[in-house]
């Protein structure tokens, strides 16, 4: 999936290999770090491809938004998920140790409730 540089995030993986004027900047599968996503923003890259599966989705993003469309009518999954984000509202997004962590629980969130019926 082709998305652009400022929807990046720590722990996505690149679907193919990002080339500029010819030359492999990073290769397929690479796992991308809050420093490498700032260094392709200083070389003008504007968009990037990413593998597409959920686990290399930060939450949030928009392909996992779509795998998990039906979470947002569950009040249960809803208000902890509110109450993570509330917990982490302060944390810069520099800050690689919390981001990563804030994104671990809202995935666990995310499979806890993903196959549920709502009320269950």
């Not at 492999?24 to 890259?45: C, F, K, P, Q, Y």
């Amino acid at each position: 999936m082709d998305i652009p540089i400022d929807d990046l995030r720590a722990g996505m993986v690149l679907g193919r290999n990002l080339e500029q004027s010819g030359r492999v900047l990073l290769s397929e599968g690479a796992l991308l770090s809050t420093a490498t996503i700032e260094i392709l923003r200083r070389r003008g890259v504007a968009r990037v491809d990413i593998q597409i599966d959920s686990g290399s989705m930060p939450p949030g993003s928009p392909v996992l938004q779509a795998q998990c469309a039906n979470l947002h009518d569950n009040a249960d999954y809803m208000r902890e998920r509110s109450e993570i984000e509330a917990l982490f509202a302060s944390v810069k997004p520099d800050d690689t140790q919390l981001t990563v962590l804030k994104y671990c629980i809202l995935r666990q969130l995310e499979e806890k409730y993903h196959d549920r019926e709502p009320g269950r």
